[in-house]
């Protein structure tokens, strides 16, 4: 398949790239050129090229050469809810029912129909650097705390696709649930973090 093809080629020049094959800064050969190495059509490399730029690997413009990027910033998370400093796009507001682990966290029946928001976070190179999707019930409320618990989780499709990753690679996943004055939850998110990106280091309250 096309997809599985462009997501193979995309590991193995991230492996080129680590074995010194091209230096940082350097251009790598033309889409046609990688595309005749690979016995791939054009389009394949585009979407290679694509994948590699989203996720810091390449810098450059679409339809001209792009180059060896600088290793992407490690960011120490100190705080999952304060607001993210620089550009953002929402990418998906469509309601969602409640399911059995969501229902729990917003203390609500399964079923029951939750507002959704999934935001992309991007750096400032405009590269993505955490998915942020919230439900809550009913209107938005203003929330007194949060609550956060971190773990992991293999990436969806999606979210491996918005982050420039492979799917099934562990990504941190921290479960952020706002309360109200009564500690009762108003929201709940999931952030979604490249573990080669982040580390997490949360203060007590």
């Not at 990418?91 to 992309?120: I, Q």
Request: glycine residues 8%; contains cysteine; hydrophobic residues 40%.
């Amino acid at each position: 398949m096309a997809e599985a093809a462009y997501r193979r080629i995309a590991a193995d020049i991230r492996r080129r790239i680590r074995a010194g094959e091209w230096a940082i800064g350097q251009p790598l050969p033309s889409r046609r050129a990688i595309a005749g190495h690979y016995g791939v059509h054009e389009q394949t490399i585009r979407l290679t090229y694509d994948l590699l730029r989203r996720s810091g690997v390449l810098d450059g413009e679409k339809g001209r050469h792009v180059t060896v990027a600088h290793p992407p910033a490690v960011r120490t998370l100190t705080n999952a809810d304060l607001p993210w400093p620089y550009s953002s796009e929402t990418t998906d507001t469509r309601p969602r029912p409640a399911t059995e682990d969501l229902a729990a966290r917003l203390g609500v029946r399964p079923g029951v129909m939750l507002h959704h928001e999934t935001v992309e976070c991007l750096d400032p190179g405009g590269h993505s650097a955490m998915i942020v999707s919230s439900w809550w019930r009913g209107r938005r409320r203003p929330h007194a705390s949060h609550v956060v618990e971190v773990g992991t989780v293999p990436l969806t499709a999606d979210q491996a696709h918005a982050l420039g990753l492979l799917v099934d690679m562990t990504a941190f996943r921290l479960v952020r649930t706002r309360l109200d004055e009564d500690g009762g939850p108003v929201e709940t998110a999931d952030l979604v973090l490249p573990i080669d990106r982040w580390l997490i280091r949360l203060r007590g309250f």
